[in-house]
């Protein structure tokens, strides 16, 4: 075999090798993409020790939409206490459980509620809220 010959094949071996390594490297940051979810950074004001507990309960499951299109569930009665409040209302974290939702990574979550209905969910780690893309109503059962 000519040595130019086997020149030519280890190029294209070292050209299919670098194609699938791009090709690899597309899907993964495809995939990324498709997990972000937009947040924004907000302030929680904590609810204050002199305030009565105030918990809620659901009286059936509770499937909302995230902006990255994933599907947040929060169970039938599952019980929740206000932990605080942003801009965009009354933030409650999961009795009894850790409550985490799927963004470019497993975070904990705590739901927010405004008018009656889940608009969105606090991320405590790191500080930012992340809005549904569409408000769920929440059946609930208050508690004090």
Do not use: H
């Amino acid at each position: 075999m000519a040595s130019s010959q086997v020149v030519n094949k280890r190029e294209s071996r070292a050209a299919r090798a670098g194609s699938a390594l791009l090709a690899a490297t597309l899907c993964a940051i495809a995939l990324g993409g498709c997990m972000s979810v937009k947040s924004e950074r907000v302030n929680l004001v904590p609810v204050a020790a002199s305030e009565p507990v105030s918990s809620i309960q659901l009286s059936r499951a509770v499937v909302a939409t995230l902006p990255n299109e994933g599907a947040v569930t929060l169970p039938s009665g599952s019980q929740w206490q206000r932990v605080g409040a942003i801009l965009q209302g009354d933030v409650y974290r999961a009795q009894g459980r850790l409550f985490t939702i799927q963004t470019r990574r497993q975070n904990e979550a705590y739901p927010v509620a405004s008018s009656g209905k889940l608009v969105g969910f606090y991320l405590p780690g790191e500080g930012s809220y992340i809005a549904l893309s569409r408000p769920v109503t929440l059946p609930v059962e208050m508690r004090q």
